[in-house]
C-alpha cells in the first residue's frame, strides 16, 4: 500500500507516478463499450495510465487485448473489472411482465418481438477465473468499480505486484476501501460520465460534485486519491491536484479521439450540442449510470424501478438499441457521457493527453 505524507501534495503526486514510471498524474478513465486496447496504447505511449476496460470481455477477448497491450508498450496500464453480485433468479414474473409491456409501444413501432429466452449473464464480476487470465501479464494496475473482489482476490492481485485501486462515491465508500486493502482509491464525483461507483448504499442524495468529494476523501485516508468526474481541460486537471488528488482521471474527453471505438451516433451526439444534456439513468443496465438524455430516457423516466437489476436490462433494451442503430436511429442507445463535455475533440489520444497536461 502507497501511504502518502498529506503535507506535501506535489510530493504525493510524484511518489505516485513514480511508482508506475508515468510522466504525467493522469488517467485514461476507463470506458466499456466505446474502447478497446488501442486507446490504452496511445495514451501510455503518452505517458499517462492507459485503462482497459475488461467487464464486457470474455477470457478469450480479454487474453487477446491484453496481449496487444503487453506487445504495444512497457509501460504501465491499468485493467478495470465490475466487482457486483449477480442478481438471484425469481419465480416472480410480475416484474418482468410489466417491463415488458413498457417496451411493447416501442417494439411494435420497430417491428419487433422481444425474446422471451432468459437473459445471458452479461457482465460479469471479477472471478478467479480472470484472475487465472490476467496475472500472465501482470498489469500494474487494476481496478474495480462497485466495491472490491474477495479478500482472497485482492491478495492474489497483489501477489504479481499490482496495486488495487477501486471508486468512491462518498467518503464512507472511500475508508471502506483502504479498510479492505485498496492502495488507490478514486474519488468518483456525481459529474462523472458512465456507471455510479457506489457500492455501500444506493442512495444518490449522498453523492456529491467531484471538487466538494475530492478534499473530503483526501481528508479521510491516507492512500492516494484520484479525482474523476467533470475535469476536461489542463485548468481542471490542475485544480484537483491543489485539492489534493495525486492524480487526475477522465474520460469522456477522450470519446471522440481517433482511437475510440464510440459510435458514430454517439459522436454525432456529443458534437450537435453545447452543452450536451446528460442524465443518469438505470433503464439500459439496471444500475444508475451518466449519459447523454434521449427518447426512451424521456419518456420511460430515466431511473424507472421496472428495469430489471443490473445487469439484466441491457438484455431487452439491447434488442430496441440494435434494431432502432440498424435504421440509424439513438433513441433506445446508451450514449454514456460525463456532464462536461467542452474537452472532447477528434483528435489522438496523445494529443489529448498533451492538452491534458498543458503541454499544447
Known sequence: MIVMDKT????????????????????????????????????????????????????????????ALACATNAAFNVNFFCHTPPEPSTDTSLDTAWREALEPYCNELGIALSQAPAPPGRMPFSGAVCDV????????????????????????????????ASATTVDEARWLQAHGADVVIAQGLEAGGHRGHFLSYDLSLQCGTFAL?????????????????????????????????AVQVGTAFLLCHEATTSSLHRAELTAHTPVH????????????????????????????????????????????????????????????????????????QQMVRRLCAME
Open 134 to 165: 490476467i496475472g500472465p501479464f501482470k498489469p500494474r494496475v487494476v481496478s474495480f468499480h462497485f466495491g472490491l473482489p474477495s479478500a482472497a482476490l485482492v491478495n492474489r492481485v497483489k501477489a504479481w505486484g499490482a496495486q488495487v485501486w
Open 8 to 67: 506535501d501534495m506535489t510530493e504525493q503526486t510524484t511518489l505516485l507516478t513514480q511508482s508506475l514510471g508515468l510522466q504525467h498524474p493522469l488517467i485514461q478513465a476507463p470506458m466499456a463499450g466505446v474502447q478497446g486496447s488501442a486507446l490504452a496504447i496511445s495514451v501510455c505511449q503518452a505517458g499517462a495510465l492507459g485503462s482497459l476496460p475488461a467487464a464486457m470481455l470474455t477470457p478469450q477477448a480479454l487474453a487477446l487485448e491484453l496481449q
Open 278 to 349: 446528460t442524465e443518469l439513468t438505470r433503464i439500459f443496465t439496471g444500475r444508475p449510470a451518466r449519459g447523454i438524455q434521449n427518447r426512451i430516457m424521456r419518456e420511460l423516466g430515466a431511473m424507472n424501478p421496472l428495469a430489471p437489476p443490473f445487469p439484466l436490462a441491457t438484455h431487452t433494451m439491447g434488442q430496441l438499441r440494435a434494431s432502432a442503430e440498424q435504421a440509424n436511429n439513438s433513441d433506445f442507445s446508451p450514449m454514456w457521457s460525463g456532464q462536461n463535455t467542452s474537452g472532447c475533440a477528434a483528435i489522438t489520444a
Open 214 to 246: 475530492l478534499p473530503q476523501i483526501v481528508a479521510a485516508v491516507n492512500v492516494p486519491v484520484v479525482a474523476a468526474g467533470g475535469i476536461a481541460c489542463a485548468n481542471g486537471v490542475r485544480a484537483a491536484l491543489a485539492l489534493g488528488a495525486s
